[in-house]
């Protein structure tokens, strides 16, 4: 008898833990899709930039506010994408998640200019036939990654044909973070962070977004490992 009720607890937790994964994977593609929205609806009206060397022959750094015209939805069913990972291989296996990173896009034109396209942010994403340096990560045939397939309803958009994008809300620095809420706190904050914070609530915040996916295979330490 004591058995049969071990089981039958044993078997309510696993479908509360199943139900309670579902929903945690639907609400994070709703806010991923409902990012996507925002950009489609953006990428109409154009994009403009700022020369932060504006008038300097010899250099140029431009930030780029909106989604230029040749980023596009993509349907990633049954496509296998990598995501090259550091030192966050262990949490991304125990949760099966990724999260977006600080950096947005940026396209480099070494000893000249730089764009970035600070509406560009998210999880991106490559595929396993791109390695590390074609997506501005050091040469190296060893970086850990996984592959992986994503959850019905996930949105893709591409950047490049290498470059995909799960549009998301970008993550801030800790130190940064701590401003911004002293901000929201207070209304005050130095000049040069306004725009920042700004940027920030019109994205709903400064809490990155997470993705589940369903990971095929990885690369750690050298070896793969199928699953």
């Known amino acids: 008898m004591k058995a049969l009720l071990l089981s039958a607890i044993l078997g309510l937790s696993l479908f509360a833990q199943a139900n309670n994964e579902q929903q945690i994977i639907s609400e994070q593609i709703k ?8 950009w489609m609806q953006q990428q109409k009206q154009g994009t403009n930039a700022r020369d932060l060397y504006a008038g300097n022959p010899e250099k140029a750094d431009y930030l780029i506010n909106g989604i230029p015209a040749y980023v596009k939805q993509i349907n990633p069913k049954g496509i296998v994408f990598r995501h090259y990972v550091g030192k966050a291989m262990p949490i991304v296996l125990e949760t099966r998640q990724l999260k977006t990173g600080i950096t947005p896009y940026i396209i480099m034109n070494p000893g000249y200019s730089r764009e970035v396209y600070q509406d560009l942010v998210g999880i991106f994403l490559t595929t396993p036939n791109t390695p590390p340096e074609k997506v501005g990560l050091p040469r190296d045939p060893n970086y850990d990654y996984i592959d992986f397939t994503l959850y019905d309803g996930t949105p893709v958009v591409q950047i490049e044909k ?28 130095d000049s040069k962070y306004i725009e920042t914070f700004k940027r920030a609530d019109e994205r709903g915040g400064v809490n990155p977004t997470f993705m589940k996916v369903n990971i095929k295979s990885y690369r750690l330490n050298g070896k793969v490992y199928k699953l």
Do not use: S, V
């Not at 970008?170 to 209304?187: A, N, S």
């Open 162 to 189: 290498e470059i995909l994008l799960i549009p998301g809300r970008p993550d801030m620095p800790e130190w940064l973070k701590t401003l911004y809420f002293e901000y929201r706190r207070t209304g005050r904050a």
């Open 31 to 38: 806010e991923a899709q409902t990012i996507t929205k925002r």
